[in-house]
């Protein structure tokens, strides 16, 4: 699989494919909701444009998302060293000026077979923001999707046009993995309701698709544009995802409901904004005091939700000193598969990054470690079948000592409120984080209605 026949199916791709479909959809997440993908039309000329918060992890989403072996583009100067590799992984380079003048001969080679991938129904993807951020907000669009796609459609060689599906992509943690993620899909734009546009004055036609584009993919994911409220609405649209649902007739048990209750709890806010800013400015007030003194116990306004309740952490101790043999057991067999990993990982300087870094590591020392392990075993033991139960009970108790992991954690939180809450700020808190919330209330049940 080379540069040449990219556009083809390859049977060593999707072998690879498929391991890594089964990491991702059933290890490294806890959940993956796909929502709207009957707007992607089956049999046409595509191009995915998806936002860019969480580095591979984004073009993951999309390639265990689409139905078809789906063709990425990215920046040349990856391609340098791993050609190979990234053409057999279906992606193709972008040069630009920075690339160096003469480099930009080359894109000519790339939009022709642009028109390979379209005409074959594979579905090409651009991450039109360019870079990643782990913020949750659209960035501003670089014009080298609309590039790509005016000068393919000017080709005149795709049979069908080409259309852009805009797609917004949500993450519950960008760092961490077992969390959830939620990948919408919009409806198809047609590059040919803009062709006119573009031979008119091509920077125009640029600008214009870009920017319908950009409003599109606003509308499918959760996108905080202030930047002074950021944090606010940030940890709020969290804390009232279940009362915006309930207002709002949305089932609060439902992944995408909660996903557009967090959107519209964010179209809310930006109003409340605009329209009682003073009111705004005295909640961020309080959530910005509330934050502080969190801060030292290390807890976040989310934690106080629940109240912490003392014969429950009683219990919960309790569970956790009778089962740490079980986390003993697997924490001491995962050193290799998944703590090493996890070490390396946190040694990567782009905190975004990390996530990726530490799919691909699991992803390979899994597989490996576990068979080295059961390997000497073997020998050990002289006993195959005890080899083989072992091997048997590492998946078994790699899910038990991450469940004893996230029960330590919910303790030690809930030791954390007990411990604030018996302090001289107790009180305090209590104010500040109901005042947060009953004027929120108050915000919402006032904008709501408007």
Not at 19 to 29: A, C, G, L, N, S
Not at 101 to 116: E, G, M, P, R
Not at 378 to 394: E, I, Q
Request: with cysteine; proline share 4%; charged share 20%.
């Amino acid at each position: 699989m080379g540069f040449q026949n990219i556009e083809q199916k390859s049977v060593g791709y999707r072998l690879l494919f498929c391991y890594v479909r089964f990491w991702y959809r059933t290890v490294f997440y806890r959940k993956v909701v796909i929502v709207h993908y009957d707007n992607v039309p089956e049999n046409k000329s595509l191009m995915f444009t998806p936002n860019h918060q969480n580095a591979l992890m984004d073009a993951l989403a999309m390639l265990f998302s689409v139905k078809n072996q789906l063709v990425f583009m990215a920046r040349s100067d990856i391609f340098k060293k791993f050609a190979p590799i990234l053409y057999f992984l279906k992606i193709l380079p972008i040069y630009r000026i920075r690339d160096g003048i003469d480099t930009l001969k080359k894109n000519q080679a790339v939009f022709n077979k642009t028109v390979d991938v379209l005409n074959a129904y594979n579905g090409l993807v651009i991450l039109p923001e360019g870079n990643h951020a782990g913020i949750r907000q659209l960035r501003p669009l670089k014009k080298g999707f609309a590039r790509i796609a005016f000068q393919t459609e000017e080709t005149g060689k795709v049979t069908e046009g080409i259309s852009v599906v805009p797609v917004g992509i949500d993450y519950d943690d960008y760092t961490h993995c077992r969390s959830r993620k939620i990948i919408v899909f919009g409806k198809p734009i047609p590059v040919a309701d803009f062709m006119d546009s573009y031979h008119e004055n091509p920077a125009i036609g640029l600008n214009l698709i870009k920017n319908h584009l950009a409003g599109k993919m606003k509308e499918l994911i959760i996108n905080i544009e202030t930047v002074e409220y950021y944090d606010l609405i940030n940890e709020l649209r969290v804390i009232f995802r279940k009362e915006m649902c309930l207002k709002t007739n949305r089932n609060p048990n439902d992944e995408a409901d909660g996903f557009y209750a967090d959107r519209q709890f964010v179209d809310l806010y930006d109003t409340a904004i605009e329209k009682t800013p003073e009111t705004v400015a005295v909640i961020n007030d309080d959530f910005q005091k509330l934050s502080k003194i969190l801060k030292r116990y290390k807890l976040l306004v989310g934690d106080l939700v629940t109240k912490p309740s003392v014969p429950l952490v009683i219990v919960e101790t309790l569970l956790l000193l009778i089962t740490f043999p079980v986390f003993v057991y697997g924490w001491i067999n995962h050193l290799l598969p998944f703590q090493l990993p996890l070490y390396l990982t946190r040694r990567v300087k782009d905190e975004i990054f990390q996530t990726s870094f530490l799919f691909v590591l699991t992803m390979l020392f899994f597989p490996i470690f576990y068979l080295l392990q059961t390997v000497v075993v073997w020998m050990l033991l002289a006993n195959g079948w005890m080899a083989m139960g072992y091997l048997a009970t590492l998946p078994l108790f790699a899910i038990l000592s991450w469940k004893w992991k996230n029960l330590f954690q919910h303790t030690v939180v809930d030791f954390r409120k007990i411990k604030l809450f018996n302090s001289g700020v107790g009180s305090r808190v209590n104010t500040l984080f109901n005042n947060i919330i009953q004027k929120t209330n108050n915000l919402i049940d006032l904008h709501l209605d408007s």
